[in-house]
């Protein structure tokens, strides 16, 4: 069920097969918390990067490609659906994505 990446790249940090078995063992229900208690450092705000930025920035998050809103957002996402999750660094976010992905991105892969 459950996918491993055909490759990482650089900039991209996956979370593979032997991670969500853990998740299970945890009991979490929502994909926040399975993220909060398996890649915390993914949810970590990156700091100010700009004098005109209000604060610091909070990666994007991303589901089967479309953007889906912000992390906090994550927290109404069953854990059961995903099939994979993945970190991208902001550069590698911008590239694919476009401006504004100062903080990067979470892309979440959901099982058909």
Not at 38 to 63: F, K
Request: hydrophobic share 35%; no cysteine.
């Amino acid at each position: 069920m459950i996918r491993r990446p055909p490759r990482s790249t650089q900039g991209v940090s996956s979370a593979a097969s032997d991670v969500y078995k853990r998740q299970r063992d945890t009991n979490t229900q929502t994909v926040y918390d399975a993220i909060r208690r398996l890649r915390p450092q993914w949810l970590r705000a990156r700091g100010r990067t700009s004098i005109n930025a209000a604060g610091p920035d909070e990666p994007a998050v991303y589901v089967d490609g479309t953007r889906y809103g912000a992390l906090n957002d994550l927290g109404r996402m069953d854990v059961n659906q995903v099939t994979r999750a993945e970190f991208v660094d902001p550069l590698e976010a911008t590239t694919r994505f476009g401006t504004n992905h100062t903080g990067g991105a979470i892309l979440i892969f959901l099982g058909s």
